[in-house]
Structure formats: structure tokens, C-alpha cells
């Protein structure tokens, strides 16, 4: 399989760097879908600037990345995340996928599935190729192309959030710790995905979830304890480096309290445009807690599917944070392969698919209406940003309702009876 | 979201909408047309109000009174202009410096990519006069423009000279907060495209021009004048910019109101409004003046000076005199006081016009009819695609969707691979990208080899290149796969629907007229296509068939109906002008037909060739 996944990485490389030889490579890097004020790489080289001149980057209104990315981007292109997120993800769903099989086996053997799912059931044949689909999903998507192509920052975040992913997954609760927070580090919203981490170490290491169990408490402890011990040793590193807490406030305050309102994908900026400026913190509250609130009842639901529940919220995340990009959406759309299986359960798939095309070719065409005909307005775009995300949500809590649909049949049996005898069918309420 | 969640009621949505497809199909495509019929009837339609305040409280008093001084100037200028055998710029300039402006010019020069034969030009050099009327009473950070175009022969005289009378008379006025621009621009669309772009400092179209040295602020309107005779009968208003782009309509009813303030005849699309709405006449005069507007629109094409500045965000319309044999006669000074009053007007602006509408049809002047009400007519067009799609699609994956309800069993027939659909779509975007370089860049080869001429040579390569993308593509999923599937076609079918669906939609935002003339001859074609569809129908409904109709039309409804060949050579020139717009001044409609249309239409007709 290292062949396939070899040619995709140099297909992938090849069409990113004819873009970037071309003159599109200047359009998309100004395009507010693809850049957002936090990761935007015009902003990225002035704050590199700014350090050169001895000035501290954080003391304008320019500059919103953490300090150690600073770092990394003397060393490292963005071209180069993609890959490592393309190879991180394959590797990930490969691990989950022979998790998943292996576990399938041992219900088969003690036969505790319904006689009449075994259709359900997932085949090593239809397994095969999806990692392989899942790192071209990440790799030949539009969006990380562009999000590519506009050097984004985002590229890095979702590398760090995919190695978080890989080294969660092949269960090392020192390296996932770290890679979480400095993920959390980079963009706070990561830190909604220490729940599934932990969910998944947990079931890893057959410990019950049980708030009672000591063994629970101890685990629970020793990873938040690694989670948050390299969280403040990076924070303090930062400092060190920069040598003043200015970061602090223009990077996690800039992502809280939203002050650039540059139109973006998001659902941010037309709402707090027009909103009185004393209901600001409150619904600055409102919006935020989008967020970080799903985390709890989701957990609660999936707690016996970490890996699902992992999509779930990096999806949650790129709909509702703050600044969101098209390259945040191509994380989560990466994994779309992965849960193939659920296909015939989908509902809305179809349109779900319609409206973010179109919602994809109506975003620059209603931006050149509005800035540069002058003869639409931002009513317009934020219509089709609040279709984008209408879509988006459709997408998730569809996937949401098969995966939850396929496990209710993988214990009830796939044909379903009322108590009456006639056919029932299963509702999500 | 009951309808989204409830498997039950989905299921009896999509079982009626699959069921009852094409009826639906029908009515909608019917409905669609009617309703757009219906916007020229005059209950349907909503009066022009003037929506900004700063234009509408405020009465001006219009004293200019130099028409006569105006028309002597125009013979002074002919005469020079003859002399000087082009533009007599050392004369403009004295004319304009004599009456207080500072003065300024620019030289530009722009070689077309083939020689344009309507009007004769290949090498294009020339200079732009423009002097500059500080405002005396604010800050100099805003502008009005007033420009004429000197035209070859004798056209235009007395345009240039009544802006140079106004330029005189404005000198003396004190009321003026935003300075004024007098702009004589030779070549006409090619000059103003090069003095726009030297005042913005941009270039987008390799024109060569020199920089300009002097400047006012921003732009806020512009009115653009054109006027062959000493007398007119009625003042037509141009408004149809570059890539169907209008001003905003107040624009439009600040014309309208004072023409009737100064009793001046005043048309649209070159058609005097009447009153008789409840007359079948009447409905159909202010159709075709609709008509006219949505075939001028739909061209893409800026149809006066005024359509460059659009783009730059500046609201401009065109003024252009017209003398018929009727009774009714205007002179000069009235056409003066009316552009006084309208400058006058602007100049009270206190910020860009942006109240009123930027998207709307007009059936007369005092009648409009805003995108809320024209969308609808798309809308119903558009949803056909939809529809259809939607019907495709349940009947592709019968086995998915029938796990709506519990599960049911069917093996899916194995699915056509990607490239069995890609390499069409593949096939046909290469086939448009060829149509849109190769006659540019194949003239000269052409020239050798045939006995045409550039221009010939140009329109008749695009031509052959549309007629072999015919023959290219077929059965190329034969080689791939053996034979064409069933399943085949229809991926295919849904594809291009549903790329046919978001094109248009994309481009009836940008010139809803455009989109919609699209939409009435794709719509039915794509909709209803399987491999036994007659390949001639789909040919007379191809794109370039719709715009032979379009120019027949249109000659039929500007009352100068044309014969078969005299629409064919009208054809070829519209097709060299359309190239020419865009390698011009950037006009998108040659590029979008090109490079999405045609391939689009490409991959339907590629299922005809299916089996």
C-alpha cells in the first residue's frame, strides 16, 4: 500500500506546486474563505519581520499566531504539513480499521450479533482501500488545496490535530498528551478533544468508565496530569522566548472575544456586526459555548465509539469556531471515507452535497457582487455562509444518525418489528 | 426539520416528486416563462422612487442658458477636428484651460489581438483631454465625471462642445462640494478603459498608457454624453455596463425626473413610454422594451462609456441624443440645463448612491421590476435541473434510498468506475479551453493557409473548433469499458445536471439576463436527454444556436428585421466582438461560454452517444 499512497503524495505535491508557480497563488491567498486574520500568511511574514526589528509581534493588531510557531516556520513548509496529515490520517485509519475488524471478529466468534445483520457487517475487502481514500480525501480535496496554495497556517494545525489522532490511536497516552495540548496551544478549541482521548485510553485499557472506580479516577488524573503539565511547560517556553505574556491576550483573547470581523465562513462576524455593543459579551458567551457544550452529551452518547466521537468534534469545531477556513472543514471531510459503511443509512446526502457545491462556487461569486460590483451586499454572502454551515450541520448530524442507527441495529437486528408486528422505523429525535 | 427527520414523510416527498417528475418538470419550465412574460405587465411592476434623500428633497433652479454658444463651439471644434484629421488636442486643451480647468492629458496606445472590423481599427493610439473644476467649497476628496466622446467624422461635435459651455457655466457656479472632471476621450471605449485605468492606477488589460498627472478624488458618478445635432426629439438613457452590470437606479430616476421637470421626451432601449398598459399594444410595447433591455444586458457588453466605470464602482449612465422626424424639438440649452440640474443633484450626495436597487428590469422608465421579482422566473427554471437530478439520483441508488424506510435487500449493480464519467468531463473542459485560446492564437497560421482575413480568420477558427468538439468525444467510455452502461449515462446526466445547475445559477447573479436566455435553451435539452434523443434538437438548442437567435431577435425587436444571411454575417461579427470585449476591456461572457457552457453542453452531448 506504500505505492498508491506514494503516487497520491506526489500527484498531491505536483498540483500544489503548479498552483503556487501560477499567478492564481497571489488570488487565493487574499480569499477571506481560505485565510482568516489568525492564519493568514501575509500576517505570518509581518510578524516574522517584527521579531527581526527586536519589535514584539503582538503589539500591533497583525500578528495572532502563538509564539512557537514562530519557531516551527523557520524550519518547516506548509507544504510539507499536508503530507504529514495525509500520512498521519492513513496511518490512523489503518490502526482504527484492524481495531475495528479485530473487535468484529470476537462478536462474531461469541455471536453476539442478530442472524440478520451480517450484511452490516464490514468486509477486510471494502476496508482495504479506505485509508488509502481517506489520505485522498485530505490530499486531493479543493479546500486543503487552496488552503495549501494561500500557505494558511491551518495545514500545520490540522497536522498537529492528525498526529494527535495517529498517536491516540496506536495508544500512547505521553505523545497524544503532548501533541493535544500543543494542538490546544496552537487554537484552544482542541482542547474539546481530550474527552474522546481519554474515552478511547480508557476503552483501550478496559477500564470503566466509572466515577466510582479508582482505577477511572486514576488514568482520568495522569492524563490530564501529562495534558496539562506539557500545556504549561509550552505556554512557559513561549514566554521565555518572547519574554513578556503579550501572546496571552493577543492570540487566545483575539480567538475568544472575536474583534477582526472580516467576513469569513464562519457564523461570527455578521452577527457581532450588527450587534449593540453591550449585548456583545453576552452573546460572545452564547456563540463560544457552541463549542466546547456538545462535548458532554456527546460523550455521553459515544462513549463507546471514541474515534467517532473524535470526527464529531473536529467537525463541531470548524463549523462553529470562531475564525473558521475551508482547510478546518477538509480535516473533517478526510474521514467521510472512513465511515463509508454508513452509506445506506444517510438521508440527506444528496442534499447535503448540493448545497455545499453550490455553496462553494456561490462564495466568490457573491463576494465579487459585493466588494467588487458594489451591487449585492453582505446580506448576501452571509445568506450562503449560513447555508455553508446549514449543510455542514445536515452532513454531521447525519453521519451522527447512521452511526447511531447502524450500532442500534447491530443489537436489535436489522429488520425491525413494532410490538403490532408491522415494520417500524427508527426516528432521531 | 420534521420533513429532513421523519423517514415517513420524506419517503412520500421523494416517492411524489419522482412520481409526478416531469408533469412538475413542465409546469415549472411553463410557469418559469410566463412569469417572466409576466414582469412587463404593468400591475406587476412597482413605480421608480427616488430613494436617496440628498437627491430628493432639494429643488435646483437650472440657469445655464449658453445652448447657442454651445453649437457655434461645436462647428469651432469640428472645423478643428477636420484640420487635425483626429482628435484636435491642442485646441481642447486651450478651449479648456481659456474656461479656468486645470488642464491634462494622456496618451495610450493598445494593439487589438485581430483587427476589429466595424470599426476599423487594429493600431489604436490616441489621447485623452481632461480638465479638472476644483470644488471651491470642501475638501477635494470627491469627484463627478462628465465625459463625451469625439468620434470620427462628424458625430459628436456637439456633445464635446456643450460639456465645454457647461464646464464654462460651472466655473462660475460656488455651490460645487465635489470637484468635476471634463473628460474627452478619443477611441471611445478604448480611451475611457485606458484614462479609468490610469486614474484607479491598475491595469488589467495590457493596455500601454501614459500615467496621469493629475487627479481629484474618488469617483462618485459619472454621466456620459453623446449628441450628434444641433436639435433633438427625445433623450434616450443607456445602462447596460460591462458584464450586465447597471448602475444604481436611482441614477435612472434622477434622468426621469428631470426630464419631465424640463418637459424633454425621455426613452428607454430607444422606446417612448406609453399608457395604455391595459391594452394588448401597450403590454406588448413595454415587453419588448424589456426585451431589449435583457438581450442588451445578456451580450455582456458595455453599450456606452458609461459601462467601464461600473466596474470601478462608479455609478454612470449614458446620455445619448436622438433626432427623429417628430414635431416635438429640444435644444441645447434645455439638454445643458437638464445635465446641470442632474451634476447639481450628485454634487448634494453625501455618500455613493447605494439606496435604491443595483439589480432590476426595466419595461419604461417609470417602471421597474427589482431581483425579487425577476429571480423567481430563474428560480423556476432552475429548480427543473433539480428536480431531475433528484429523480436521477433516487433511481441510480434505488438500494440506498430504499433504506429510508427499514432495509431493504438489492445488490447495487456494480456501480461505472470514476473515469468512465471523468474522462468526458475531462475531455470537454479541454475541448472549451481550446475554443477559448486557439482562435486568438491560431490567426496568423489561419491567415497563411486560407484566403480570410484576421477577423475571419479568428471567428471561423472558434467555429471549427464548437463544430469538432461535436465529433471529439463520443465513446470514449466504450474503450474503457466495453460498452456503455445505463448506469452509465445517468452519473454522467447527474453530474452535468447538477454543474449545469450551479453555472447557472452563478452566472443569473452576476447578469441574471444572461443566465435566464441560458436557462430557457439548456433547461428543456438537458432536462429531457437520454442517448435516444435526436442529436438535431439538441444542436439547434446548443449554445451558439442561442445566440443566432438572440441577434435575430434582437434585430426584430430594434424594428430593423434582417435576412438569413445578413444575420449570419451579424453572427460572426457579434461572436469577434464578444472576443474582442474580453480581450478589450475584460468582458466575462466569451470566457464563461468557452470555458463552462460549452463544456458543459459538451458532457450532455456526450450521452447521446452513449449506447
Redesign the interface.
Known amino acids: 500500500m506504500a505505492a498508491p499512497l506514494t503516487l497520491l503524495l506526489i500527484v498531491a505535491v505536483t498540483i500544489r506546486a503548479v498552483l503556487f508557480r501560477s499567478s492564481w497563488a497571489e488570488l487565493i491567498s487574499e480569499r477571506v474563505e481560505v485565510v482568516s486574520p489568525l492564519n493568514a500568511w501575509k500576517r505570518v511574514v509581518e510578524g516574522l519581520a517584527l521579531l527581526d526589528l527586536g519589535v514584539s509581534p503582538y503589539s500591533g493588531d497583525v500578528f495572532h499566531e502563538v509564539s512557537l510557531s514562530l519557531i516551527h516556520f523557520l524550519f518547516k513548509s506548509i507544504l510539507g504539513s499536508d503530507g504529514i496529515t495525509a500520512v498521519a490520517l492513513y496511518l490512523s485509519i489503518q490502526t482504527y480499521n484492524k481495531n475495528v475488524f479485530r473487535k468484529q471478529k470476537y462478536a462474531l466468534e461469541s455471536d453476539r450479533y442478530p442472524a440478520d445483520c451480517l450484511e452490516l457487517l464490514r468486509s477486510p475487502k471494502e476496508m482495504f482501500y479506505i485509508p488509502l481514500k481517506v489520505a485522498m480525501f485530505y490530499l486531493l480535496n479543493p479546500f486543503t488545496i487552496l488552503s495549501c496554495v494561500a500557505k494558511s497556517t491551518c495545514g500545520l494545525n490540522n497536522a498537529i490535530i492528525a498526529l494527535f489522532i495517529l498517536c491516540t490511536l496506536k495508544g500512547s497516552a505521553l505523545l497524544s498528551g503532548i501533541l493535544l495540548a500543543l494542538a490546544t496551544y496552537q487554537s484552544i478549541y482542541p482542547l474539546t478533544l481530550f474527552a474522546p482521548a481519554l474515552l478511547f485510553f480508557l476503552q483501550r485499557l478496559y477500564i470503566p468508565v466509572n466515577l466510582r472506580r479508582s482505577s477511572f479516577w486514576f488514568f482520568t488524573l495522569q492524563y490530564a496530569f501529562i495534558y496539562v503539565g506539557s500545556l504549561v511547560v509550552i505556554t512557559g517556553l513561549s514566554f521565555f522566548l518572547l519574554g513578556s505574556w503579550d501572546f496571552i491576550p493577543s492570540v487566545y483573547g483575539f480567538i475568544f472575544s472575536v474583534p477582526d470581523l472580516t467576513p469569513n465562513i464562519g457564523l461570527f462576524w455578521y452577527f457581532f456586526a450588527e450587534m449593540f455593543e453591550h449585548f456583545r459579551l453576552f452573546f460572545i458567551c452564547v456563540f463560544q459555548i457552541n463549542v466546547f457544550f456538545y462535548t458532554i452529551p456527546l460523550s455521553i452518547k459515544l462513549k463507546e465509539h471514541p474515534v467517532f466521537l473524535i470526527f464529531m468534534q473536529i467537525a463541531i469545531i470548524s463549523i462553529f469556531k470562531s475564525y473558521p477556513t475551508v482547510g478546518d472543514v477538509a480535516l473533517y471531510m478526510a474521514f467521510l471515507p472512513a465511515w463509508s459503511h454508513l452509506y445506506r443509512f444517510l438521508r440527506n446526502i444528496f442534499l447535503v452535497s448540493c448545497v455545499l457545491l453550490a455553496c462553494s462556487a456561490l462564495f466568490p461569486v457573491l463576494w465579487h457582487l459585493w466588494i467588487y460590483a458594489g451591487s449585492a451586499n453582505s446580506n448576501f454572502y452571509y445568506a450562503i455562509t449560513l447555508l455553508f454551515n446549514f449543510g455542514q450541520i445536515l452532513l454531521v448530524s447525519d453521519y451522527f444518525y447512521a452511526y447511531l442507527r447502524r450500532e442500534h441495529h447491530l443489537t436489535h437486528g436489522l429488520y425491525l418489528k413494532k410490538k403490532d408486528g408491522t415494520e417500524a422505523t427508527l426516528v432521531l429525535k | 426539520m420534521g420533513l ?5 414523510r ?1 419517503k412520500a416527498l421523494t416517492g411524489l416528486l419522482t412520481r409526478l417528475n416531469t408533469p412538475i418538470c413542465i409546469v415549472c419550465y411553463l410557469a418559469g416563462i410566463v412569469w417572466f412574460m409576466g414582469l412587463a405587465f404593468e400591475p406587476f411592476t412597482l413605480r421608480t422612487y427616488m430613494s436617496e434623500n440628498a437627491m430628493g428633497s432639494t429643488m435646483v433652479e437650472e440657469r445655464f442658458s449658453s445652448g447657442e454658444r454651445a453649437l457655434s463651439l461645436a462647428k469651432e471644434f469640428d472645423a478643428h477636428k477636420r484640420k487635425a484629421g483626429g482628435m484636435p488636442v491642442e485646441w481642447l486643451v486651450k478651449a479648456m484651460q481659456s474656461r479656468g480647468l486645470e488642464v491634462f492629458t494622456q496618451s495610450f496606445s493598445r494593439k487589438l489581438p485581430f483587427p476589429d472590423e466595424n470599426k476599423e481599427r487594429y493600431m489604436v493610439r490616441g489621447t485623452n483631454v481632461y480638465g479638472i473644476l476644483r470644488a471651491p467649497r470642501a475638501p477635494r476628496t470627491e469627484a463627478l465625471v462628465i465625459t463625451a466622446p469625439c468620434s470620427p467624422g462628424n458625430t459628436n461635435n456637439q456633445a464635446v462642445a456643450l460639456l465645454l459651455a457647461l464646464a464654462q457655466y460651472f466655473r462660475n457656479q460656488i455651490y460645487w462640494a465635489k470637484d468635476i472632471i471634463f473628460l474627452v476621450n478619443e477611441h471611445d471605449l478604448i480611451g475611457t478603459q485606458a484614462w479609468l485605468e490610469g486614474y484607479h492606477h491598475t491595469n488589467i488589460t495590457e493596455y500601454i498608457s501614459g500615467s496621469l498627472r493629475g487627479r481629484a478624488g474618488s469617483i462618485q458618478a459619472a454621466l456620459s454624453l453623446e449628441l450628434s445635432s444641433d436639435v433633438i426629439t427625445s433623450l434616450d438613457l443607456v445602462l447596460e455596463g460591462l458584464n450586465g ?2 448602475p444604481n437606479l436611482d441614477l435612472a430616476n434622477l434622468f426621469y425626473a428631470f426630464c419631465q421637470k424640463l418637459g424633454v421626451l425621455c426613452t428607454i432601449q430607444g422606446k417612448l413610454q406609453r399608457n395604455d398598459w391595459d391594452t394588448a399594444e401597450g403590454y406588448t410595447h413595454a415587453a419588448q422594451t424589456m426585451m431589449l433591455m435583457v438581450l442588451k444586458q445578456a451580450c455582456g457588453r458595455s453599450w456606452g462609456d458609461h459601462g467601464l466605470f ?2 470601478y ?1 462608479i455609478e454612470a449612465a449614458s446620455v445619448r441624443g436622438i433626432n427623429s422626424f417628430r414635431h416635438y424639438k429640444t435644444d441645447a440649452t434645455t439638454i445643458g440645463r437638464l445635465l446641470e440640474g442632474m451634476v447639481r443633484k450628485l454634487n448634494n450626495l453625501l455618500e ?1 448612491l ?1 439606496q435604491s436597487y ?2 432590476y428590469l426595466l419595461p419604461s422608465l417609470s417602471r421597474f421590476v427589482s431581483i425579487g421579482y425577476y429571480m423567481p422566473a430563474f428560480g423556476l427554471l432552475a429548480v427543473i435541473l ?1 428536480l431531475r ?2 429523480d436521477l ?1 433516487v433511481h441510480l441508488g434505488a ?2 434510498l430504499a ?5 431493504t ?1 438489492a445488490e447495487q449493480p456494480s456501480s461505472p468506475g470514476v473515469l468512465t464519467v471523468l474522462t468526458p468531463v475531462v475531455i470537454s473542459h479541454l475541448t472549451g479551453v481550446a475554443l477559448y485560446l486557439l482562435p486568438v492564437h491560431l490567426q496568423e497560421m489561419a491567415v497563411e493557409h486560407f484566403p480570410v482575413s484576421e477577423t475571419e480568420a479568428v471567428v471561423l477558427t472558434a467555429i471549427a473548433i464548437y463544430t469538432a468538439g461535436l465529433a471529439l468525444p463520443h465513446n470514449t467510455q466504450r474503450l474503457l469499458s466495453g460498452e456503455g452502461t445505463e448506469q452509465g449515462w445517468k452519473v454522467l446526466k447527474l453530474t452535468a445536471l ?1 454543474y449545469l ?3 447557472l ?2 452566472t443569473a ?2 447578469n441574471f439576463s444572461l443566465g435566464f436566455i441560458l436557462a430557457v435553451t439548456l433547461v428543456p435539452i438537458t432536462a429531457s436527454i437520454t442517448p435516444a434523443l435526436y442529436a438535431v434538437v439538441m444542436v439547434l438548442l446548443s449554445p451558439a444556436f442561442t445566440i443566432l437567435y438572440c441577434v435575430f431577435i434582437y434585430q426584430e425587436l430594434i424594428e430593423a428585421p434582417v435576412s438569413v444571411s445578413e444575420g449570419w454575417m451579424l453572427f460572426l461579427s457579434v461572436i469577434s466582438q464578444g472576443i474582442l470585449d474580453h480581450a478589450l476591456y475584460g468582458s466575462l461572457v466569451y470566457p464563461l461560454l468557452a470555458l463552462f457552457i460549452y463544456p458543459c453542453w459538451l458532457m450532455f452531448w456526450n450521452i447521446l452517444f452513449w449506447n
Open positions: 429532513l427527520s421523519d423517514p415517513n420524506r452590470q447597471l461600473l466596474r464602482h455613493r447605494h443595483f439589480f433539480l437530478a433528484l439520483w438500494p440506498a433504506a429510508v424506510d427499514g432495509v435487500e447538477l445547475a450551479v453555472l445559477g452563478c447573479l452576476i
